[in-house]
Each structure stands twice: as structure tokens, then as C-alpha cells.
């Protein structure tokens, strides 16, 4: 079944604004991870606001979970690049902001406190962040800090995972810990994941469908299965079927910036 | 006792030296140049007026300290309220900024004659002047706190389905409470100077008052007995103030002292 269904979208910002996205169509499948790579203002985060509906396409449908999409979708998941914590909380806190909004939480977010924040904690544990639950902000590194984010967009068990960029600000090490520990989510309770990202590498590691965007106005070019078996070990990276595609998608990019210049 | 809590008990008792070097200062330049009283009072002789009229002026000063709180109690509210209303909506923003500025302006003593007429002299007129005088402040540190809410954050609640009220109670306000309280210290400075004005020139009680009949009979010493008073409630009110402040915004400078 599609979760999210994109048909013929075209979109521009203002009323004669240049395209952000043209003519997309693409079909993203229940608990599929799918990834959109291609080069910077390429309209990946303009995709992202099609989906949550933060935006209306100029033509063509979104449809999601079969329903068209018109108006803020609810319960969708999102984590950015900044990890947008927000500091008068702590990170229990933060992570249990879902809880306090979404429909069908928040009507007893009061009486199953103690609940919630056992899933939270529980959450937390899963990523790595035991022990820092009380622990404000500020006072986490920026991979704990973006690990909080993702919680935070999982808390509230989303049909639908939209990642913009969320690994872009941190060290290459801390980056492949975290693709494990979305890896690791992923692979223990499936659900439905966008990832946008301009890392070739990110993508073919953690995703099932990789499509690649061009820019200037945002077309879909190429999608790629990857087909490499799961679970994968990050030592999957290093293999000869690994760097194929990365190089296969590579090309693709190399050719978008060609024929601009 | 080491070098850093030397260093630190300085710090401390910085302001402290100042002032009191300056009064010694002062005094010296009234008695050196012989000075009359009845144009540059020493502080010596402010102190011998406090003396002799501490009854009155603690009286004075009371209902100078009540029409401040008072006018600056209604600032805060009704500055808080139309600051959410400028904040949150882009629309408001532009119909109410241009007259905001421009009401802000006038000089709120040319506006009291105003009030004179509508409520009489006395109280109100100086609760409302130090209302008038320090709800600006309020409404502009407001409005500018809401409107730089990041719109990623945004993002993040209206896919989660966040109505706009939710927006404002769960992330909107709370980061904009450094702004407000920021502008409290502001606005209590003020509003001092609104039920000052006021008493000033309409009204038989009050700081301002006093210091008027007292200038009326060259009485200097009280008259600077009384902006000494004003000042040191100004101080003292700037420090609670201050206080709740870091109270309650600890998490926006991260819990450490001041910055830098």
C-alpha cells in the first residue's frame, strides 16, 4: 500500500514565482525508507512541506495514507538540521512535546503522565540517552541533541518520519552512529521514513529507494532500490556494491551540475 | 583569602564604593567652593532634611511607590495583551505599530493636563501617566519575542497538528519570556518617571509634589532629599525586578551568572 503518493506536483512559491518542483510524481510504500538526494536548493525541502501539507502544491495532488493532503497533516514526525530543542525544557520534556498536541494524546496526556514519560525514558534508552533525561538542552552535545530530535519526531508513533537533513551539522563519526541508531529504529519497529539529504552515502546506507532530484526546478531523475540485504553493518559502507551505487548516483549529480554550468 | 575572592568581593562591593566616594566627593566640592545651600544642598544637608522631614516624605513616598506599582501593574497587563496581539498577528503588526510609535512620542507631561480634566487631580492621573509612559516598552519587547519565533519550530508543531493557540502557549510565549521580563526593568524605571511628572504638576501628594512646594520655598536640601528617595526606590524596585527575572528565564543564559 502507498503511504505517500505524489502526482504530477509542481509547485512555486508566490504567484509567479520561479518552480521550486516540477512535474514530481513519486510513491513512497508503507514502512518504505526512502531517501531524496540531489545538490542544494534542488527543492528537497519543499517536498518535505508538500507532505506535512505546511504548503499547497501550485498543481498535481499529494495524497497521504489515500487521503489528499490539504492543511497541516497531524502526527507526522519532522527533525532538521538544528535540532530546535527547546531550552526551558528538559529533554524529557522536549521529547514528550507530541504528547501534548497531537489528537489523540493530548486529551490525557495529564492523567497517563507517568505512562508517557516511561515511553519516553524507555525511547530515550533505545537511542543512547539514558541517564539524561533530566539534563536540559543546552547541556548535551550536538549528536545528543539531534539523537532528542529524532525521539521527539518518533515519541508520538507517526505514520510518517520526514528527516530534512538531520545528521548535516555533525562529525563524520558522530553521523555513522547516528545512521545506526535510525538503522537499529528502523529495523525493530518499521515505519515510514523520508529522509532529504545531500550525503550519497547516508542515503544508499539506510534506504530502500533513493531518488535523486535536480535543481533548478526541482525534478525527480533517477530512483535507485537499493537492494543491499538487511540489516546492514556499517562495514557495508566499504564494499564494492556499496560504492557502485554511490558512484551510479554520483553520476547522476555530476551531470545535473554539468548541464546547468 | 585568595586572589579570585578578593577579586569577586571587589566586584561585589563595586557599586557600593562608588557611591560612596562620589557623596565624599560631592561633599568636599560644596564645602571647598562654600557652595550655598539653597542652590547645591551637600549630602550632609539633604541627610539633616531627611532628618527633619523623614514623617512626610516616608508619607510622600508611599503614595509615590503606590501610583507607580500601580500604573505599571496595568502596563504589564494590558502590555502583555496587546503585545500577544502584535506578535502573533502579521496583520495587527503593521495597522498598530505606526500609531504605537507615534502615541509614544508625545511627551506624556503634555498629556496631563488631559487627565486633569477627565479625572481631577491627584491619584489616578499619576497612576495613569506611569501607566502611559511604561507600556510601551512591554508591548514592543512582546511583540518582537513572538514574531522571531523560528519558523522550523513552527514546522515541528503544525505537523503535529498545533492549532495557533497551541503554538503560543507551548513555545511562543515561553520563549518570549527573557524579552518580557527584560522589559519589566525597563518599564518600572518609567513608570517612576510617569507618576513623578504627574504629581509634579497635578497633584497635592506624592514625591513630586513634595519636591515642588518644597523648591517653591528654596528649600534645596528637601527637594534633593526627594529625588534621592525616587532614586533609591528606582533601584530597589530594578532589583526585584531583576531578580524575577533571572528566577525565571534561568534557562536563557544557561544557568550560568551574566554573560561575558
Not at chain 1, 128 to 136: I, P, Q, R, S, W
Not at chain 2, 116 to 143: E, K, Q, R, Y
Request: hydrophobic fraction near 50%; proline fraction near 5%.
Amino acid at each position: 500500500m502507498d503511504l505517500v503518493h505524489f502526482e504530477n506536483v509542481s509547485m512555486r512559491y508566490g504567484d509567479d514565482g520561479p518552480l521550486a518542483i516540477e512535474d514530481v510524481s513519486l510513491r513512497v510504500k508503507q514502512n518504505e525508507f526512502v531517501a531524496v538526494v540531489g545538490p542544494s536548493g534542488c527543492g528537497k525541502s519543499t517536498l518535505m512541506k508538500l507532505v506535512t501539507g505546511l504548503a499547497p502544491p501550485s498543481e498535481g495532488q499529494v495524497y497521504l495514507g489515500g487521503n489528499q493532503v490539504n492543511g497541516p497533516q497531524e502526527g507526522v514526525g519532522m527533525a532538521f538540521q538544528a535540532s530546535n530543542l527547546l531550552p526551558w525544557r528538559t529533554t524529557l520534556e522536549n521529547i514528550l512535546l507530541p504528547m501534548e498536541i497531537v489528537k489523540k494524546y493530548r486529551h490525557r496526556f495529564r492523567k497517563d503522565k507517568a505512562e508517557f514519560e516511561e515511553m519516553g525514558r524507555a525511547l530515550l534508552k533505545r537511542v543512547g540517552l539514558a541517564g539524561n533525561e533530566d539534563k536540559f538542552p543546552w547541556e548535551l552535545s550536538g549528536g545528543m541533541q539531534q539523537r532528542a530530535s529524532i525521539c521527539r519526531a518518533l515519541i508520538h508513533k507517526p505514520s510518517l518520519l520526514m528527516l530534512d537533513e538531520p545528521f548535516g551539522a555533525l562529525d563524520a563519526f558522530t553521523r555513522e552512529e547516528l545512521w545506526c541508531m535510525v538503522r537499529d529504529l528502523w529495523q525493530e519497529q518499521p515505519f515510514t521514513v523520508v529522509l532529504v539529504t545531500h550525503d550519497l552515502r547516508e542515503a544508499v546506507f539506510l534506504a530502500d529507494t533513493v531518488y535523486v532530484m535536480s535543481k533548478g526546478p526541482g525534478r525527480i531523475l533517477a530512483s535507485k532500490t537499493v537492494d543491499l540485504p538487511r540489516p546492514r553493518d556499517i562495514a557495508v559502507t566499504y564494499t564494492d556494491k556499496f560504492a557502485e551505487l554511490v558512484f551510479e548516483l554520483r553520476d547522476h549529480i555530476g551531470r545535473i551540475r554539468e548541464t546547468r554550468s | 583569602m585568595t586572589r579570585a575572592q578578593r577579586k569577586r568581593l571587589l566586584i561585589k562591593a563595586s557599586p557600593w564604593l562608588l557611591l560612596v566616594s562620589l557623596t565624599l566627593l560631592w561633599e568636599l566640592v560644596c564645602f571647598a567652593f562654600t557652595i550655598p545651600t539653597y542652590l547645591f544642598p551637600a549630602p550632609s544637608d539633604i541627610w539633616a532634611a531627611w532628618l527633619q522631614y523623614r514623617g512626610p516624605i516616608m508619607q510622600h513616598a508611599l503614595q509615590t511607590l503606590f501610583t507607580t506599582v500601580a500604573g505599571f501593574a496595568l502596563a504589564v497587563v494590558f502590555g502583555l495583551l496587546l503585545g500577544i496581539l502584535v506578535g502573533s498577528s502579521p496583520i495587527i503588526y503593521k495597522a498598530l505599530y505606526p500609531l504605537l510609535v507615534g502615541f509614544n512620542s508625545i511627551p506624556k507631561v503634555a498629556f496631563v493636563p488631559v487627565l486633569v480634566v477627565w479625572f481631577g487631580i491627584g491619584t489616578v492621573p499619576a497612576i495613569l501617566t506611569a501607566f502611559l509612559i511604561s507600556f510601551f516598552p512591554v508591548v514592543v519587547n512582546m511583540a518582537t519575542g513572538l514574531a522571531t519565533l523560528e519558523p522550523e519550530l513552527q514546522d515541528v508543531l503544525r505537523s503535529l497538528g498545533a492549532s495557533k493557540l497551541d503554538i503560543l502557549k507551548k513555545v511562543a510565549l515561553p520563549r518570549s519570556m527573557p524579552y518580557f521580563f527584560a522589559s519589566l526593568k525597563v518599564a518600572i524605571t518609567l513608570a517612576f518617571v510617569g507618576s513623578v511628572i504627574s504629581e509634579t504638576v497635578a497633584s497635592n501628594l506624592g514625591i513630586g509634589y513634595l519636591m515642588m512646594s518644597a523648591s517653591s520655598t528654596m528649600n534645596m536640601g528637601l527637594v534633593f532629599a526627594g529625588l534621592v528617595v525616587i532614586g533609591i526606590m528606582g533601584v530597589a524596585m530594578y532589583e526585584v525586578f531583576a531578580l524575577v527575572e533571572r528566577r525565571m528565564t534561568r534557562w536563557a543564559t544557561r544557568g550560568s551568572e551574566i554573560a561575558f
